[in-house]
């Protein structure tokens, strides 16, 4: 089974803080890694046409944002970055 995890956070989706998955937009699951990579390639195009700026960490982690989407965080008292993020997982990430 092969997945695509979508998150929308003030954080990048590397750092899975505690209630991370409060932040999943949508969950996509694919039973072949060819139907996976057809999907997992059209919206990381469609992700970098929408936002500025992208990082990725581990090769399944990828974070997508552009600096005038932010939200007021009454907590810190100041604007806070949002951030799109993209969680992949694949047979040998969920065996481990």
């Given at each position: 089974?092969?997945?695509?995890i979508y998150m929308k956070a003030d954080y990048e989706p590397w750092w899975?803080?505690?209630g991370w998955e409060e932040h999943i937009v949508s969950v996509e699951k694919f039973e072949t890694e060819?139907?996976?990579?057809i999907a997992f390639n059209q919206l990381l195009a469609q992700f970098r046409?929408?936002?500025?700026?992208?990082?990725?960490?581990?090769?399944?982690f990828y974070?997508?944002?552009?600096?005038?989407?932010?939200e007021f965080c009454e907590?810190?008292?100041e604007d806070t970055q949002i951030y799109?993020?993209?969680?992949?997982?694949t047979p040998e990430v969920i065996s481990t």
């Open positions: 089974m092969y997945q695509i899975q803080f505690d060819q139907q996976f990579l046409e929408k936002y500025e700026f992208e990082a990725y960490k581990n090769d399944r974070a997508f944002w552009s600096e005038e989407e932010c907590a810190c008292d799109h993020g993209i969680i992949i997982l």
